[in-house]
């Protein structure tokens, strides 16, 4: 009876051991599980947004927009690396509950070397994106601005106005005497002087149709160059992902510069003379060395590039 | 006799518990398997999109497009150059193989630039051992002089680009 006894326990523990065992080994296998499709989720949407982006590379257009939406809070991580010169901007999407769940989550980047892509780094569930040419005087790239949060524009220049207004953008909203599109918590970038500013937009071109076409972005105590299109990328972006992806458009304009100069030689040969290319050659130096104080230089020595290549019969670019 | 019920017991509950053990094992296994071929898929369908609007954006990147951004035209004269200084660019191409080649006039030989009269432009090629490949009819255009009057004198050639793993 007493050997009954004992031996009805042991088979009751053994089970007890076995099950709970079966059990942890079944609940740790789906987190992980779970957790690792999760992460693949996440890799394969970081994946889509370098497809999706394709067609706003605004190409001959003067400006493309569009729209990711998700279905709750997600953050799209960019980070940039100026490495070799052409560099990359690294695209992981982390939504916000993932991260609460697991700050050391480990994010899947997914590397893009042909896009120079300008974002902030906060959570959202309507991402706005547009792109807008840069041009050094010829054409670069795209750059491409991925914005959730809502900016206003206060007195900005006209051809500002109309473009942000043209491009239907609902979080970026237009402050100008009489009107005013802006959201109420919106972040305002005021151009020369304003009130309640969170940055200031001081314009520095002298020769040209508008004071803003180069100048500097002043934000929490940093000063952002910009020449052209970049002020968007100046206002959305952090300084480091700004810079680096300043510092890859740069060396990708000097690349381009050295395949014009080289172009030049090959329409020479049929009759189609150039004199530029000792100034493309010029150009080319400048901008590998150039840092981000030196926008303004470069932008006046392209304008002036541009203005001779115009009179060219054979057209460079 | 006691002693050996309980053993059968035991024996019985241990093959119930393994069993068990081994059908969700594989029950996980299969679902496992059939989420990696999901994903693995995903990752070639991702690829292939990624490739062919790739297409579009290799036509329009500064590198290779005709002045003035004409669309579908690649400038011969920058492929040259390309083709010659390929290995500075081999970070910046977002696909894993590009090739131009010359289709119309016919080709009765074809040679790979740069060299005079040459007719295919293999201008990347990574490493990767075995490339799927899609292509488009693009027009190939330089600027002559004749008579006095700058003109296009263009061609029609296949680009093709290779799809990165």
């Known amino acids: 009876m007493r050997s009954k006894k004992a031996d009805f326990n042991f088979v009751l523990l053994f089970a007890i051991v076995a099950g709970t065992a079966i059990l942890v080994l079944s609940i740790y296998g789906a987190v992980r599980g779970g957790n690792l499709f999760r992460t693949a989720g996440q890799a394969e949407i970081s994946a889509s947004i370098d497809v999706i982006t394709d067609p706003l590379q605004a190409g001959s257009f003067a400006a493309v927009s569009s729209k990711i939406s998700f279905r709750q809070d997600t953050r799209i991580n960019n980070r940039c690396d100026d490495y070799l010169g052409f560099g990359k901007n690294y695209i992981a999407v982390e939504s916000e509950s993932s991260a609460l769940k697991d700050s050391a989550n480990q994010l899947i980047e997914i590397p893009i070397s042909n896009k120079y892509i300008f974002s902030e780094e906060s959570y959202g569930t309507d991402f706005r994106l547009f792109s807008k040419p840069f041009e050094l005087p010829y054409r670069v790239s795209d750059l491409l601005f991925i914005s959730t949060l809502n900016y206003c524009l206060v007195s900005p220049p006209e051809e500002i106005a109309e473009e942000i207004i043209g491009l239907n953008m609902p979080n970026f909203g237009v402050e100008l005497a009489g009107n005013n599109t802006c959201e109420e918590d919106s972040i305002r970038v005021c151009f020369g002087y304003g009130e309640d500013c969170n940055m200031t937009v001081d314009g520095q071109c002298n020769d040209c149709d508008s004071e803003f076409e180069y100048g500097v972005v002043k934000k929490d105590g940093d000063s952002l160059y910009y020449a052209g299109n970049l002020l968007f990328g100046a206002i959305i972006s952090d300084p480091d992902l700004y810079e680096c992806n300043v510092k890859r458009l740069l060396f990708r304009t000097s690349m381009i510069a050295n395949v014009y100069a080289q172009k030049t030689d090959l329409m020479n040969m049929r009759d189609c003379n150039t004199l530029l290319k000792t100034d493309l050659e010029v150009f080319g130096r400048m901008t590998l060395s150039a840092k981000l104080e030196n926008l303004d230089e470069l932008y006046d020595f392209a304008k002036s590039l541009d203005k001779k290549e115009n009179r060219e019969s054979c057209k460079i670019w | ?165």
């Open chain 2, 1 to 165: 006799m006691v002693n050996k019920k309980a053993e059968m017991k035991i024996q019985q509950m241990t093959f119930m518990i393994i069993f068990v053990f081994i059908f969700f094992a594989f029950a996980g296994l299969f679902f496992v398997k059939i989420q990696t071929g999901n994903l693995t898929s995903t990752h070639d369908s991702l690829a292939k999109e990624a490739t062919i609007s790739s297409l579009e954006t290799i036509m329009n990147m500064p590198e290779l497009n005709c002045e003035s951004g004409k669309s579908l035209c690649i400038d011969e004269d920058k492929l040259y150059v390309l083709a010659s200084i390929s290995d500075a660019y081999s970070e910046l191409w977002p696909v894993a193989s590009i090739e131009v080649r010359k289709v119309y006039p016919k080709i009765s030989q074809e040679i790979t630039c740069p060299a005079a009269n040459c007719t295919t432009y293999k201008i990347y090629r990574s490493s990767q051992e075995s490339i799927q490949v899609y292509g488009t009819l693009v027009s190939l255009c330089k600027k002559v002089r004749r008579d006095g009057l700058v003109q296009d004198d263009c061609t029609i050639a296949r680009l093709s680009v290779g799809v990165k793993d």
